[in-house]
């Protein structure tokens, strides 16, 4: 059987290759200077036990500040274990912390409007899973808004993630 070769238009050019990177350098940092921002709000809780939320549980949404100033954003609990919590950050931003939500409408396709007034324009983060130390997450300021499932799709990462024997924020 012949080995597939894709057309000349399918191969990504150098140049393509070399801007992916970059934008992913680009919201890496983003996403961790996101996440730097809760380090001075760190409560002294390390582990679940120490947490006491009732709600804490695969599934639950939560909303928690936003990755752009004076905005809140949704995270759904994906899986915990021993050392912290797997959850899925979404890119819906909202002006104020929202009570409910319809977890059908949260997205973590990334959001890049290519109209010339929008340029330079910061848009919400987005992943489909960040694996976080209690510590962070609470400094996060989590509000428990619901619970839903937790679909194999979006389990995917997480057990990616397993495999690979990944860290913590």
Known sequence: MDDFVPDDDEQPDDESTEEARQAAEVTLQRLMTYLHAFDSKLPPQTNLADVGDPNLVPGALYSVRGSSPGTYQVVKVLALDAVGLHVCLYGSAFAH????????????????SLAPEDAGQEWPLSVGHLPLLIPTFLGMQPVFIMHAEVTPDELESYQEWQQTGGGYI
Request: aromatic residues 6%; hydrophobic residues 50%; proline residues 19%.
């Open 97 to 112: 912390r929202p009570a409910n939500i319809a977890p059908e409408l949260l997205d973590t396709a990334p959001f890049l």
